[in-house]
T-cell receptor, first 113, second 116 residues
Framework: DAKTTQPNSMESNEEEPVHLPCNHS???????IHWYRQLPSQGPEYVIH???SNVNNRMASLAIAEDRKSSTLILHRATLRDAAVYYC??????????????FGKGTKLSVIP | GAGVSQSPSNKVTEKGKDVELRCDPI?????LYWYRQSLGQGLEFLIY????????KSGLPSDRFSAERTGGSVSTLTIQRTQQEDSAVYLC??????????????FGSGTRLTVV
């Protein structure tokens, strides 16, 4: 299984940008990079996903390295509501097992007022 | 509905009793998943339903666990003869996935099961 490596925890000041890194050196050509976050006492929430090109949506941006061995989730202005555990997950594009999300430990983001 | 709805939100049961957990997915979502999260642990895949295909039950931890999805919509996860190690948050998710697409999941808030 392709695996990801993330820092256990990070801190950010409120209203500052946050860059959450993820290493996935064994990524295959058909793996999408997905990000989810889990706020306290809630189920995970989809954030963003991409394959090769950088992606933007209303929640965040995803910057993918040219060799795809790493990626960075960017929150442009952290708010207190962004305090959560952030998971970086690889998913095959299709085929058996592609529907399973394998959650690791993630990065616990703390936002300081 | 606007999101994935799970009920009950909390369930306390005595060891040895059976429990049923319910999930109402987002209307029109063909794929439905059950995961569980034990205290301080990551999410563990349990079962996957896709349309009328046979479900992938490979994540169910024992034969005390079963799930069904009626009419391609509501799903029920049943745990028979509950044990203390079954205590966890049980999360349901749905998506527009097919085998050739790759969408994000929408998770419910979960059912917190406590076996005493």
């Amino acid at each position: 299984d392709a695996k990801t490596t993330q820092p256990n925890s990070m801190e950010s000041n409120e209203e500052e940008p946050v860059h959450l890194p993820c290493n996935h050196s064994t990524i295959s050509g058909t793996d999408y990079i997905h990000w989810y976050r889990q706020l306290p006492s809630q189920g995970p929430e989809y954030v963003i996903h991409g394959l090769t090109s950088n992606v933007n949506n209303r929640m965040a941006s995803l910057a993918i390295a040219e060799d795809r061995k790493s990626s960075t989730l960017i929150l442009h202005r952290a708010t207190l509501r962004d305090a959560a555990v952030y998971y970086c997950i690889l998913r095959p594009y299709s085929g058996a097992g592609s529907y399973q999300l394998t959650f690791g430990k993630g990065t616990k983001l703390s936002v300081i007022p | 509905g606007a999101g994935v709805s799970q009920s009950p939100s909390n369930k306390v049961t005595e060891k040895g009793k059976d429990v049923e957990l319910r999930c109402d997915p987002i209307s029109g979502h063909t794929a439905l998943y059950w995961y569980r999260q034990s205290l301080g642990q990551g999410l563990e895949f349990l079962i996957y339903f896709q349309g009328n295909s046979a479900p992938d039950k490979s994540g169910l931890p024992s034969d005390r666990f079963s799930a069904e999805r009626t009419g391609g919509s509501v799903s029920t996860l049943t745990i028979q003869r509950t044990q203390q190690e079954d205590s966890a948050v049980y999360l349901c998710a749905s998506s527009l996935e097919t085998l050739s697409t790759n969408y994000g999941y929408t998770f419910g808030s979960g059912t917190r099961l406590t076996v005493v």
